[in-house]
């Protein structure tokens, strides 16, 4: 069993940024990928960021590209997205995720292939 703790979220201006952390419980999290997805209010739920078990392999959306940064560090069981360069459009609940297994690649970027999720973090830019 995983469980998975967001922090960082909350209000910041167009142009400013934010960190993201996910801390998760459970010793074997470094065997883990993990994922941030986000939620929009009508929207709905879309990948975001991932990143293998060892760190060595990311992955994002194009929306996010260039802008956010996806790290982990496995002794502190801590998964990070630095989001820089913030805008309006990126208003929305943020969620860590754990997948509970070793898969890499394609299989990141849909939501059903996580097993474990946090209770999400909001995160509102203003214009």
């Given at each position: 069993?995983?469980?998975?703790?967001e922090s960082g979220g909350g209000l910041?201006?167009?142009?400013?940024?934010?960190?993201?952390?996910c801390a998760a419980s459970g010793r074997t999290f470094s065997s883990y990928a993990m994922g941030w997805f986000r939620q929009a209010p009508g929207k709905e739920r879309e990948?975001?960021?991932?990143?293998s078990w060892s760190g060595i392999d990311t992955y994002y959306a194009d929306s996010v590209k260039g802008r956010f940064t996806?790290?982990?560090?496995n002794a502190k069981n801590t998964v990070?997205?630095?989001?820089?360069?913030l805008?309006?459009?990126?208003?929305?609940?943020?969620?860590?995720?754990?997948?509970?297994?070793?898969n890499s690649g394609t299989f990141l970027y849909y939501d059903p292939n996580y097993r474990y999720w946090?209770?999400?973090t909001q995160v509102t830019v203003s214009s």
């Open positions: 069993q995983v469980q998975l703790v910041v201006q167009a142009g400013g940024s934010l960190r993201l952390s990948f975001v960021a991932a990143i996806i790290s982990r560090d990070y997205l630095q989001m820089n360069s805008k309006p459009k990126d208003t929305a609940i943020y969620y860590c995720a754990s997948t509970g297994s070793t946090g209770q999400g």
